[in-house]
């Protein structure tokens, strides 16, 4: 184990690091690999031809060799002893002729003359069998020669060339190509560094865009719009380009989630404020009557601070539970689903309307058939009531509020609270959802609201699956509730009817 990592630090300290060096070094490996491969088969190559170049004239000089034996045959009854002559033999050449008499054998001086060769290479050349063609052999003195051998009668004839012009050729070969290849690997190195930097040039204006938004504090306050890789570099053609849209991408996300977390953040340090307030106020009057009541121990007067206190618990307890359900909603946890009649729930909750405000008149269109939707019944109910309170709290009194169920065709039932009022102002209707938002800025409660009743109507709206919008302008207020529906049970179809409210001044029925 130890050892493994030792040559893997090895390796790490050896091999480059930066992708530049990588692909540099990978084009000098494969520039130099191609050129040994080139140089060594060409070196084989030319020393093919060479070497069958030589063998050629080895042969011709053998042939030679023979004639002159054959010409002295045929003038002598006996081989001759002696080589006397070298016509036509090129300087260098060794010739040996051997009988079981003995040997005689020379070789040809650059200036023509002959030589006679030594013991040593004349043994060596002795060992020589008869059909030889195109050997090597290592002469002492002499060096290397290509020989070939053959049998005239009772003599062995054996000629040969020296391989120096070869080997000098092939070493020369050797050197050129050795230099030409060196320079073509540095050449090659300059060139791939050269370009792969300038490839690689938009992956590092890529990297530059991730150090800067890796340099932004995300930790806290609004981040805003980060910095993004410029548009000439995301092409998505080529891989820098896709690595280019990738972070563009990442980074609009991260942008989103870390506004969308900064508002979260706003939202909760308002909604605690808010609630701070809404249960200081009920809290110091709670305080105010405990104190009055414990330095006045009058019955009459403690009777009056009790009910009191109660008021203000009583509004207290209804803020809390308003808070817990808001808590709820917003943790996803599940409502209760069952079957509820759309069409009893929008009945009872006007039928309640009118008992709790006379001085409006209430006007209830309904279709034929019961319009069925799935959901917490005591929720759908709540946000019902919640949206005609509102429509009562804050329009005049004489005001028409129209309640209108529908089913349409996309199996959504569609529950409109239409008003003629005064309407919202415009620069309300876009905070009219959200907590603890109303009308009346210096937050007196002579409407009794604590603002939470449309965001707890759109949150319960929303676990439902369904929509809650509101469009206002002067005598003309209404808010859709849209939820899906389901159909109706066999045993529903028969109609809940109002009761008769001789406080209300009017209400209309279908």
Not at 279 to 286: A, C, E, M, Q
Not at 374 to 384: A, C, I, N, P, T
Not at 496 to 504: C, S, V
Request: hydrophobic residues 40%; proline residues 6%.
């Amino acid at each position: 184990m130890l050892g493994r990592v030792v040559r893997r630090l090895q390796l790490r300290w050896w091999f480059p690091t930066s992708l530049t060096a990588r692909v540099a070094a990978a084009v000098v490996l494969l520039v130099a690999v191609v050129s040994v491969l080139i140089s060594g088969l060409t070196t084989a190559a030319i020393s093919s031809y060479l070497t069958r170049q030589l063998d050629t004239k080895v042969a011709a000089s053998h042939g030679r060799a023979v004639g002159a034996l054959t010409k002295g045959v045929a003038q002598q009854s006996k081989p001759p002893p002696d080589i006397e002559n070298a016509h036509g033999q090129d300087a260098g050449t060794v010739t040996v002729y051997r009988t079981d008499l003995g040997a005689n054998g020379n070789v040809i001086t650059a200036d023509g003359e002959l030589n006679p060769l030594s013991e040593q290479a004349l043994g060596v050349l002795g060992t020589i069998p008869a059909a030889a063609e195109s050997e090597t052999v290592e002469l002492p003195g002499l060096g290397q020669y290509r020989i070939q051998a053959s049998r005239l009668g009772d003599t062995l004839i054996v000629t040969g060339l020296p391989t120096k012009e070869v080997d000098d050729t092939l070493a020369s070969l050797l050197v050129w190509e050795a230099s030409l290849s060196t320079l073509g690997v540095l050449a090659a190195g300059g060139v791939a560094v050269l370009v792969v930097r300038r490839q690689l040039r938009p992956l590092r204006d890529v990297a530059q865009t991730a150090r800067e938004v890796s340099g932004i504090p995300l930790a806290a306050g609004e981040i805003g719009m980060t910095a993004r890789v410029p548009e000439h570099l995301t092409d998505e053609r080529t891989e820098v380009g896709q690595v280019a849209v990738a972070l563009n991408t990442l980074l609009g996300h991260m942008e989103e989630a870390l506004d969308a977390r900064h508002r979260s953040e706003l939202q909760v340090r308002q909604f605690v404020a808010d609630a701070s307030h809404e249960l200081r106020t009920p809290l110091t009057t709670i305080h105010g009557y405990a104190e009055l009541s414990l330095r006045r121990p009058d019955p009459e007067q403690l009777t009056h601070a009790m009910g009191k206190v109660l008021v203000e618990a009583t509004r207290m307890t209804s803020l809390v539970e308003d808070l817990l359900l808001l808590a709820r909603l917003d943790a996803g946890r599940p409502l209760e689903r069952r079957p509820v009649d759309l069409t009893r729930l929008a009945m009872e909750s006007v039928a309640d309307a009118m008992i709790v405000g006379p001085d409006h008149r209430w006007a209830l269109r309904l279709p034929e058939d019961p319009v069925m939707v799935d959901g917490d019944e005591q929720r759908l109910h709540q946000v019902v009531s919640n949206l005609l309170t509102n429509a009562r709290r804050h329009t005049p009194p004489g005001t028409t509020v129209t309640v209108t169920l529908s089913a349409d065709d996309s199996h959504l039932a569609v529950l409109t609270i239409h008003d003629n009022g005064p309407g919202i102002p415009e620069t309300l209707q876009r905070t009219v959802f959200k907590r603890f938002s109303r009308s009346d800025i210096s937050r007196t409660r002579d409407s009794g609201g604590s603002g939470l009743g449309l965001s707890l109507a759109q949150s319960i709206t929303e676990a439902h699956g369904g929509a809650l919008t509101v469009t206002s302008r002067s005598g003309n207020t209404s808010f859709t509730l849209a939820l899906p529906r389901t159909r109706p049970p066999a045993s529903s179809s028969d109609r809940h009817f109002l009761p008769e409210m001789d406080t209300a001044p009017g209400l209309s029925s279908p």
